[in-house]
T-cell receptor
Framework: GENVEQHPSTLSVQEGDSAVIKCTYS??????FPWYKQELGKGPQLIID?????GEKKDQRIAVTLNKTAKHFSLHITETQPEDSAVYFC?????????????FGTGTQLKVEL | NAGVTQTPKFQVLKTGQSMTLQCAQD?????MYWYRQDPGMGLRLIYY???????DKGEVPNGYNVSRLNKREFSLRLESAAPSQTSVYFC?????????????FGDGTRLSIL
């Protein structure tokens, strides 16, 4: 089955700096890659996703890049703000089998310091 | 907009007790999912229901049963709770069962088994 590795497990940046979180996946058939943000005591919230027919997608301060050949994808947050502090999860999904079975990474705790 | 609603939010059980976790969504989604989240392990799929009337096992189904009561509701049952089932449980839904459909999560049920 699919295996998703996520790094780093913790990341501390100064407000205004950029943050980058990286994930690798093992199944070359995977072609859908969402990113979730989880605040303390809340459920994961989808912030951006990318499909394998594109290499990059942006939404304001957030961007995701995908390298299918190397089987890795990254989340980029620019001009970080204190409210960006949360745990971020990457995930991968492929069309094999039934249902939308996402495989999640183990999460990155992002702390944006003033 | 309630989205995905989970009840209860917190629960403490004794080993061997049974319990049903409830989940309801108001987005008219076809597919629903149950995950557990443990420290350092991300989210792991327990069971999912691609559409009303169908259920399938995920990555960690042992010790759990599910019921897709109707299109809105998907419950998770622990027949004989064990300390290893102490976790945070999340329900999610997606519009369709396709592998690239975004999943929307509830805020979780925090379950402790003594």
């Amino acid at each position: 089955g699919e295996n998703v590795e996520q790094h780093p497990s913790t990341l501390s940046v100064q407000e205004g700096d950029s943050a980058v979180i990286k994930c690798t996946y093992s199944d070359s058939a995977s072609n859908y890659f969402p990113w979730y943000k989880q605040e303390l005591g809340k459920g994961p919230q989808l912030i951006i996703d990318i499909r394998s027919n594109v290499g990059e997608k942006k939404d304001q301060r957030i961007a995701v890049t995908l390298n299918k050949t190397a089987k890795h994808f990254s989340l980029h947050i620019t001009e970080t703000q204190p409210e960006d502090s949360a745990v971020y999860f990457c995930a991968a999904s492929n069309p094999g089998g039934g249902g939308n079975k996402l495989t999640f990474g183990t999460g990155t705790q992002l702390k944006v310091e003033l | 907009n309630a989205g995905v609603t989970q009840t209860p939010k917190f629960q403490v059980l004794k080993t061997g007790q049974s319990m049903t976790l409830q989940c309801a969504q108001d987005m008219n989604h076809n597919s629903m999912y149950w995950y557990r989240q443990d420290p350092g392990m991300g989210l792991r799929l327990i069971y999912y229901s691609a559409s009303e009337g169908t259920t399938d096992k995920g990555e960690v189904p042992n010790g759990y049963n599910v019921s897709r009561l109707n299109k809105r509701e998907f419950s998770l049952r622990l027949e004989s709770a064990a300390p290893s089932q102490t976790s945070v449980y999340f329900c999610a839904s997606s519009e369709a069962g396709g592998h690239d459909q975004p999943q929307h999560f509830g805020d979780g049920t925090r379950l402790s088994i003594l």
